[in-house]
């Protein structure tokens, strides 16, 4: 059957369209800065909120209509799954994502799981050979049920980290099966409420144990995926382990891991933890540890995840400015971890997000284009640190400079003279750049 009668595929149509089911910026086939959009950008529907969310929120029932929900267990996984490759057909979108808890209901035993998940993903297999749509990334669900309430590779409860360890070698075992090309590991649960209460020291070894057994049995698999974490500072714990870019780079660091992981960063973790998204971006790309992103935004006047479909044509600008910068994500993707807002409840709302988010990637990947062709921002700064360039700078910089040698330059007493920092001008000058 259709779930999504009325609506067929949408195409682009170019900014003068006034068709909402159509592209006014996102042209699969148009070629920037040498590559097709569709080859920058490889976007992916999120599994978990365009099919098994429901609108629900701490005040009030779920209000999406879903054609699917009146089936229920393996019938409702199966129903979802083929409304799900409808969908992917008809947006054109190239990868998906999930969780393993997303695609089959959970048994009353492991083996009972397990049996679920091996259906769904048989037939998963098959729409996948027919569409031609491939798997970004899949990951467990390791925080939803009540036996991870004290997390679950930092549990205090070796029972379930046993537990954690069968749910991830299944995760494993079905992203090699579905060819995915990345893995990730969210910690929804790897954190604390109190130290009063908690080993810190090994919740840290026990989730990097737990990580290395990862990368150990992908090995021994065959499985070739990139492994990626994505930070989150807070929710549902107070403090989580991957509080950002910078802490979780440390992470890997210390524990020898750094070797096998890049980073997943999400738009609205960003601002949960202070920082813009280009911020962690940048921080990672510096590192050699961007990986993938999870596109979406938060609502700054709200102090919570509230996971937005981005629109925000300055942020995908920046975004994409960093990524082309990355020589783009490799592996990784464009992942719509976004839902639809509770009030925006109709099917088709699902396609107008999609195109909304779609189109500001999009527009965002020509703007930062032109600038990085233009070299506007790399100019301003370089002539900013010309100082660094030539003489005691550049004994600095070269290692040259010593205190004592940093003290002989400044006993000359020579006039300092600091220089403005354009900050205004260059917002403008950006400014021109989106207004095109």
Not at 148 to 175: M, P, R, W
Request: aromatic share 12%; glycine share 10%; hydrophobic share 40%.
């Amino acid at each position: 059957m259709a779930y999504f009668d009325g609506v067929g595929k949408i195409e682009f149509e170019g900014k003068g369209s006034r068709n909402p089911l159509a592209f006014k910026q996102y042209n699969p086939k148009e070629v920037v800065a040498g590559k097709t959009m569709e080859e920058h950008l490889r976007f992916a529907v999120a599994y978990w909120h365009t099919y098994t969310g429901t609108g629900a929120d701490p005040f009030g029932v779920g209000t999406a209509v879903r054609g699917w929900d009146r089936y229920s267990g393996l019938d409702l996984a199966k129903a979802r799954l083929e409304a799900h490759f409808e969908f992917m057909e008809k947006i054109g979108i190239p990868f998906f994502c999930f969780h393993d808890r997303d695609i089959a209901p959970e048994g009353d035993t492991l083996q009972e799981t397990n049996r679920n998940l091996d259906a769904i993903v048989e037939r998963m297999q098959q729409y996948m050979k027919s569409s031609g749509v491939k798997l970004l990334w899949n990951t467990c669900n390791l925080f939803t049920h009540p036996r991870f309430v004290h997390g679950a590779a930092t549990t205090c409860n070796a029972d379930v980290y046993a537990y954690v360890g069968a749910q991830l070698k299944k995760s494993l075992e079905i992203g090699k099966e579905l060819g995915a090309e990345n893995y990730v590991f969210w910690g929804g649960r790897e954190g604390y409420e109190t130290l009063l209460n908690t080993d810190l020291k090994l919740e840290l070894d026990n989730l990097a144990r737990l990580f290395h057994m990862a990368v150990d049995y992908a090995k021994e698999i065959g499985f070739n995926a990139q492994f990626l974490i994505e930070p989150k500072p807070k929710e549902p714990t107070k403090h989580q382990y991957d509080f950002d870019a910078a802490t979780t780079i440390a992470f890997l660091q210390s524990y020898g891991l750094k070797d096998h992981f890049k980073l997943n960063l999400e738009a609205n973790h960003a601002t949960l933890a202070g920082h813009t998204f280009e911020h962690e971006l940048r921080v990672a790309r510096l590192h050699g540890m961007l990986g993938s992103l999870d596109a979406n935004q938060g609502d700054l006047l709200l102090g919570w995840d509230t996971d937005e479909f981005p629109t925000d044509l300055y942020a995908t600008t920046l975004t994409m400015y960093e990524v082309l910068q990355n020589g783009g994500l490799g592996r990784g993707g464009v992942n719509f971890d976004a839902k639809v807002r509770r009030a925006s409840f109709e099917p088709v709302d699902l396609f107008y997000a999609h195109i909304a988010g779609m189109d500001a990637y999009a527009k965002g990947l020509k703007v930062a284009a032109k600038l990085l062709e233009d070299r506007v921002f790399e100019d301003a700064i370089a002539n900013r640190y010309r100082s660094f360039r030539e003489g005691i700078g550049a004994d600095i910089v070269s290692g040259k400079a010593s205190l004592r040698s940093l003290e002989q330059y400044a006993l000359q007493n020579k006039p300092i003279v600091n220089e403005s920092g354009r900050q205004e001008l260059l917002k403008a000058t950006l400014n021109e750049y989106l207004f095109g």
